[in-house]
């Protein structure tokens, strides 16, 4: 079985998340997606979010019609750190590579997991917490964006992992698409997914009065509207 891992804050999850997953679902032949919520990502820890159990709600809603597509709690607070501010909690911030192996003990030694990211995120994947080590534990789906070759990507690599330069020039040529195959890497680029739509892009218009919802499932929009979200930022 083919499983996708989406993380990520989702404050809030909008339709470039949605349009991701769904792309990969289908190139990637995905039995089931898991949205991760982030409760502490460690890239964001001066960043104020939205409190779990909204974001977590929001993604439960934008997923709640398509089967496949799972809202997951593997990064959820402890019961402990419920409530408390973000500079007061006790946990460590939720590396990806901890939580892949975690899921990974609940699945069957066939099932075969797929990391789903954006490019602008994949850029910045040598600063992970043991990039190497995850390259190892799944394979990456990466949606690319115009303006992005094969060379950008493989250049992004962990230095343990990225090729030789004589072997990217000629990808400098390439636009980021199809599969890319190293030696401890597997990354399946998705190039006709790209929306320009950011979740901080959304949080500014609802402080601004402004509506969002194009951008939005109509119930996460309603869930924004309702309890008020991002009206202090």
């Keep these: 079985m083919n499983i996708g891992f989406f993380g990520g804050t989702f404050d809030p999850i909008h339709r470039g998340h949605m349009a991701l997953a769904r792309a990969a679902r289908q190139r990637c032949k995905l039995a089931r997606v898991l949205f991760v919520v982030a409760n502490n990502p460690p890239h964001k820890q001066l960043q104020p979010l939205s409190d779990f159990a909204h974001r977590y709600a929001m993604t439960a809603l934008a997923t709640a019609a398509e089967q496949q597509f799972v809202p997951s709690l593997l990064e959820a607070p402890a019961a402990a750190d419920i409530g408390s501010p973000k500079k007061e909690k006790s946990e460590k911030p939720n590396y990806t590579l901890d939580t892949v192996r975690r899921l990974k003990k609940s699945l ?71 599969d890319l195959v190293l030696s401890g890497v597997r990354i399946h680029l998705l190039d006709d997914v790209y929306q320009p739509i950011s979740s901080t892009a959304i949080r500014e218009a609802a402080a601004a009065g402004k509506s969002p919802a194009r951008y939005l499932d109509p119930a996460v929009a309603d869930y924004i509207k309702k309890m008020g979200l991002y009206r202090s930022r």
Excluded at 138 to 164: E, H, I, K, Q, T
Excluded at 166 to 175: K, L
């Design 108 to 178: 069957k030694n066939a099932d075969q997991l797929f990391l789903l990211i954006g490019v602008d995120a994949f850029k910045d994947i040598a600063k992970w917490h043991q990039a190497e080590a995850l390259f190892r534990e799944c394979a990456f789906v990466v949606a690319s964006r115009p303006g992005f070759s094969l060379a950008d990507v493989a250049n992004a690599l962990p230095a343990s992992l990225r090729p030789r330069p004589e072997v990217t020039r000629p990808f400098h040529q390439q636009a980021a698409r199809g």
